[in-house]
C-alpha cells in the first residue's frame, strides 16, 4: 500500500513538472515554431529537393563542324537530358576558360573532320583490318564534382544511330573524356573545399549569434546602452574578432587537406583570401540577425542549426547543385554557404581569379551590408 502511494505521489509530481514544460514551451513561440518547422522543412528537402541522379548539366557546345550531321548528334545528347548546351563557344580555349570560370560543367568538341569521323561508325562504312572507329568528338569535363563528372562519363559511349543508322550492339566509344582538376576522380578533392565552407557556416554563425544574446542575458547591455557606443559600432566591434577565428579555420583545414589528403591549392592565395574574408563577414552577419530574433543562448543555437542544415544540402556539398529542381535552386542562391562554395571550389581546385568569381564575390559583399544595416536597426529597436 506504501508503494503505491508513493507511485502515485512520484506520477503527480511528474506530471506537474510536464504541465509546467508544455506551458513554458506555449508561450515559447520561437522553439514551439522550430518544433514543427525542422522536421517540415527536412522531409522537403530531402524528398523534394535532394536527388543525386544527375540531369541537364549546363555544358558549352564548340561546333568546329558546323554541319547537319553534328547539329544532329548536338540535338541527340540533349535528347539523353544528361547535358543541356547553354551556350555556344567557338574555341577549345573559350571552353577552358568557361569551365575555370564555372559557368558550366562540361565542353563537348566536334572536330573540323566531324563527318569523316563519323562515316567510320556507319554500318556501311568497310572499316580496315585490326582498325577501330575515331571518337567523332571530345568532352572537356569539370572532374571536381564526381557525381556530374560521372553523369557526363556516361555519355561516352553514346549510340550514334540516330545520326548515322549505327546499330544499337555497337560499344565503340563514341567520344574521349578529358577530365580536368581531378582526372583521378578522388571524392576528399571535392569534399574538402566544400568542408571549408559548411564549417565557417556552423562555427561563424553560432559564434556571434551566441555572443549577442549573452550579452542580454548577463545584462551586459543595459552597461552597453550608457555609453556612446552605437548600434552599428555595437555590431561591427562584435564580429571583428571573429574573422580572425575563420581565416585560422581555413589555414588548417586547407593545411591539413594538403598534407593529409593530397589537396592540392591550385588558385592563388589573394584570391582565397578575398572569397573567404566576405564568407566570414557574410556568415557572422547572418550571426547578428540571428541574435536579434533569438531571446536565449538556446534559441540562438537553434536558429543556427536551422540555417545550417539547408547550406549543407542545397549548397552543392554533398549533392550536385544541377541535380536539384528549380525552385530548390533558388533556395540555395539565398544561402551564402552557395556562393562561397562555388568560389572556394574554382580557386582551390580550377585556379579561378577574382575576375572569374566576380558575381558571387559581389553577392557575398551585398549580403554583409545590408545584413549589418538590418541588424544593426533590429538592435537598435530592441534596445528601445
Known sequence: MIVLTDLLLSLTRIRAV????????????????????????????????????????????????????SRATAQAVEA??????????????????AITRGDIKAALILPTDFVQRLDTYSPLYKMPERAVPRAVGQWLVDASDTMVASAIRGLRVMPLEEVVGLMPA?????????????????????IVPGLLAVILTMTMI???????????????????????????????????????????????????????FAVPING??????????????????????????????????????????????LSGFMFPYEAMPRGAQWLAECLPATHFMRAVRGVVLRAAEVRDLVADLLWLAGFSVVGVMVASWRFHKRLD
Open 268 to 313: 592563388g592565395i589573394g584570391s582565397l583570401l578575398v572569397a573567404a574574408l566576405l564568407f566570414i563577414f557574410a556568415s557572422l552577419t547572418l550571426g547578428l540577425l540571428i541574435s536579434t530574433v533569438a531571446q536565449t543562448q538556446m534559441q540562438a543555437m537553434q536558429l543556427t542549426i536551422f540555417i545550417l542544415l539547408p547550406s549543407i544540402l
Open 80 to 97: 539523353t537530358q544528361v547535358a543541356q548546351f547553354v551556350m555556344q563557344l567557338h574555341s577549345v580555349e573559350e571552353a577552358e576558360a
Open 206 to 260: 553560432l559564434f556571434t549569434a551566441v555572443a549577442i544574446v549573452r550579452e542580454r542575458e548577463q545584462g551586459n547591455m543595459e552597461f552597453l546602452i550608457t555609453t556612446p557606443v552605437r548600434s552599428l559600432e555595437l555590431m561591427i566591434g562584435k564580429i571583428l574578432p571573429y574573422i580572425l577565428a575563420g581565416l585560422v579555420q581555413m589555414a588548417i583545414i586547407l593545411s591539413l587537406g594538403y598534407w593529409i
Open 170 to 190: 555497337q560499344q565503340q566509344p563514341s567520344f574521349e573524356m578529358a577530365l580536368y582538376f581531378n582526372p583521378e576522380q578522388r571524392t576528399v578533392v571535392n
Open 18 to 69: 510536464a504541465h509546467k514544460e508544455f506551458k513554458e514551451l506555449g508561450r515559447d513561440r520561437l522553439t514551439f515554431a522550430l518544433v514543427v518547422m525542422v522536421p517540415l522543412v527536412q522531409l522537403l528537402l530531402f524528398g523534394y529537393a535532394i536527388n543525386t541522379d544527375v540531369r541537364h548539366v549546363p555544358s558549352a557546345l564548340v561546333d568546329l563542324s558546323n554541319t547537319s550531321y
